[in-house]
């Protein structure tokens, strides 16, 4: 009798810490996964990225937008010296616009359509910049094919100076914010501006910067991974520094 109490017993304790071991271990996965910011989450938020357009820089007859598809194979950058003009032709050689740069160092944006929208426009001279989405640049023997209001459009080459960057390259470039499906683990992400730190495909690791925040605005240290694209549609803002 003495031996099946005992033996009974044995089982009941083994029982008990069985119990306490997995509970133990459940709350040790809990814990691993509200630690690390990994993009499970994101991969379940994105879906919900609406497509937008947003607005970049806004004068009395002229105003300029970015969208969120990407065109082209990436970015190529100008920069205008005084008296140097951008013409924008149509894929059948008809004017599009012009962007002119005065002796005054103003902008003469009159012939370009009252709405652009292109990867960045900012005729102003201290925060220029004339980035439009471009095919390869050796797709054409004599123009640059970029995308104007979601069409192609093109450059004459050798006019002004230029830079290209894959897409790749651009977005380490820029100071980046974060859509509001497609945050990092801290929801004080929303309100942050971040540099990029590595690009792995479709992700990036990311890292806090205070160099593109107003003076008023609060500064919080973080950094963590989340999505930057999802097929040819951008997860990311492309931040506009004050």
């Given at each position: 009798m003495?031996k099946?109490y005992f ?8 029982m008990v ?11 040790e ?10 993009t ?11 497509k937008e ?7 009395e ?5 970015t969208?969120?598809?990407?065109r082209?194979?990436?970015v190529?950058?100008f920069?205008?010296?005084i ?9 059948d ?22 709405k652009?929208i ?5 005729p102003n ?12 640049i ?9 995308y104007?209001n979601?069409e ?6 050798d ?5 290209f ?7 380490k470039?820029?100071?980046i ?26 992700e990036?690791e990311?890292?806090s ?7 008023d605005?609060p500064?919080?240290s973080?950094k963590?991974?989340?999505k930057w694209k ?6 990311i803002?492309?931040a506009?520094?004050?």
């Amino acid at each position: 009798m003495k031996k099946i109490y005992f033996i009974c017993s044995l089982l009941v304790i083994f029982m008990v810490s069985c119990k306490e071991k997995s509970n133990e271990e459940t709350k040790e996965t809990e814990a691993r996964n509200e630690n690390v910011p990994d993009t499970l989450a994101h991969s379940q938020k994105t879906e919900d990225c609406p497509k937008e357009e947003s607005l970049v820089w806004q004068g009395e007859t002229f105003a300029s937008y970015t969208e969120d598809t990407m065109r082209g194979k990436g970015v190529i950058s100008f920069t205008m010296d005084i008296n140097d003009r951008l013409d924008f032709f149509n894929e059948d050689d008809s004017a599009f616009g012009e962007i002119v740069l005065n002796e005054d160092m103003t902008f003469f944006t009159l012939k370009m359509p009252g709405k652009v929208i292109a990867r960045k426009v900012i005729p102003n001279y201290d925060f220029a910049a004339f980035d439009f989405d471009c095919e390869d640049i050796n797709a054409d023997p004599n123009y640059f094919i970029i995308y104007i209001n979601k069409e192609k459009r093109k450059i004459k080459k050798d006019v002004i100076k230029y830079s290209f960057s894959t897409w790749e390259d651009y977005i380490k470039k820029q100071h980046i914010g974060l859509k509001s499906c497609n945050l990092i683990a801290n929801p004080k992400s929303s309100s942050q501006v971040f540099t990029v730190e590595k690009i792995n495909g479709d992700e990036i690791e990311i890292v806090s910067n205070k160099d593109c925040l107003g003076e008023d605005a609060p500064f919080e240290s973080l950094k963590g991974k989340v999505k930057w694209k999802v097929g040819d549609r951008l997860l990311i803002n492309f931040a506009l520094c004050n």
